[in-house]
């Protein structure tokens, strides 16, 4: 009976303890299973505020690169309203207002628009050849970029061409008589004959330190252009009050 009375304690306290292990398993799995739980939910809300976050960011850059094209557009329609400003208020003599004489300079244009100097080339009665008007844009222009006033210059023209250009002149598109060894300098358009001619006036003549620069009168450019003439300054000069008669 003692025997029997051992085992069955034995057995109960065998029993006990694995309860007890059962109990503090289950406990610590539990435990453990929280924890995960826990962890994922934890890193679920950092990545929905990290979510948040970036689309916050994306707003703010948007709006920032928005406002910078808006700044942009602004700023370019500001550049342009103000070039068309200058344009406008940018004043033209008009043909009434030109003045020459002949000790004026010759480095400074009329100031007129290439409108209006069309214009007086169209109505220029001793233009009969119709040579001024066919060339009256490209006379303009160089004048412009080489600094010639442009009565100045067609009466040059006129001068050493004649009104109606002499065809030895205009067979070889040079109109103010360049030379060299003797003879007339040949070019191949009109367009080249001409730039040649201001090149030379603004380059040789009329800018300091030019190879035959004396001033920048009739009187100054006669010296060289026209050395052996006692009446190339009257003649220059008529032609040049014949065009804006």
Same mark, same amino acid.
């Given at each position: 009976?003692?025997?029997?009375? !051992?085992?069955?304690?034995? +057995?109960? =306290?065998? +029993?006990?303890?694995?309860?007890?292990?059962?109990?503090?398993? $289950? @406990?610590?799995?539990?435990?453990?299973?929280?924890?995960?739980?826990?962890?994922? *939910? @934890?890193?679920?809300?950092?990545?929905?505020?990290? +979510?948040?976050?970036? *689309?916050?960011?994306?707003? +703010?850059?948007? $709006?920032?690169?928005?406002?910078?094209?808006?700044?942009?557009?602004?700023?370019? $329609?500001?550049?342009?309203?103000?070039?068309?400003?200058?344009? =406008?208020?940018? !004043?033209?003599?008009?043909? *009434?207002?030109?003045?020459? @004489?002949?000790?004026?300079?010759?480095?400074? $244009?009329?100031?007129?628009?290439?409108?209006?100097?069309?214009?007086?080339?169209?109505?220029?009665?001793?233009?009969?050849?119709?040579?001024?008007?066919?060339? @009256?844009?490209?006379?303009?222009?160089?004048?412009?970029?080489?600094?010639?006033?442009?009565?100045?210059?067609?009466? /040059?023209?006129?001068?050493?061409?004649?009104?109606?250009?002499?065809?030895?002149?205009?067979?070889?598109?040079?109109?103010?008589?360049?030379?060299?060894?003797?003879?007339?300098?040949?070019?191949?358009?009109?367009?080249?004959?001409?730039?040649?001619?201001?090149?030379?006036?603004?380059? !040789?003549?009329?800018?300091?330190?030019?190879?035959?620069?004396?001033?920048?009168? /009739?009187?100054?450019?006669?010296?060289?252009?026209?050395?052996?003439?006692?009446?190339?300054?009257?003649?220059?000069?008529?032609?040049? !009050?014949?065009?804006?008669?």
């Amino acid at each position: 009976m003692k025997n029997n009375s !051992k085992s069955g304690l034995k +057995i109960s =306290e065998i +029993i006990a303890t694995l309860s007890a292990f059962f109990i503090i398993a $289950t @406990s610590t799995q539990l435990f453990i299973t929280n924890q995960d739980n826990e962890q994922t *939910e @934890s890193e679920t809300e950092i990545q929905e505020v990290n +979510i948040e976050e970036k *689309e916050v960011d994306r707003k +703010i850059a948007t $709006t920032s690169r928005s406002g910078n094209h808006r700044g942009s557009t602004k700023q370019t $329609t500001e550049n342009i309203n103000a070039s068309e400003n200058i344009e =406008e208020t940018k !004043k033209y003599k008009s043909i *009434e207002e030109i003045k020459i @004489s002949k000790n004026m300079d010759l480095t400074i $244009t009329t100031g007129i628009s290439k409108e209006d100097f069309k214009k007086l080339m169209k109505n220029l009665k001793c233009d009969t050849s119709g040579f001024f008007y066919k060339n @009256s844009d490209t006379i303009y222009d160089l004048c412009q970029k080489y600094e010639l006033n442009e009565i100045f210059f067609c009466g /040059l023209i006129a001068g050493e061409s004649g009104w109606n250009i002499s065809a030895n002149h205009r067979n070889k598109c040079n109109y103010i008589s360049m030379m060299s060894k003797g003879k007339l300098i040949k070019y191949a358009t009109p367009e080249e004959g001409l730039e040649a001619a201001a090149k030379l006036l603004h380059n !040789k003549y009329l800018s300091e330190g030019g190879a035959y620069y004396s001033g920048k009168t /009739l009187a100054n450019v006669q010296k060289i252009f026209c050395p052996n003439s006692s009446t190339w300054v009257n003649l220059i000069y008529g032609c040049m !009050k014949q065009v804006i008669k």
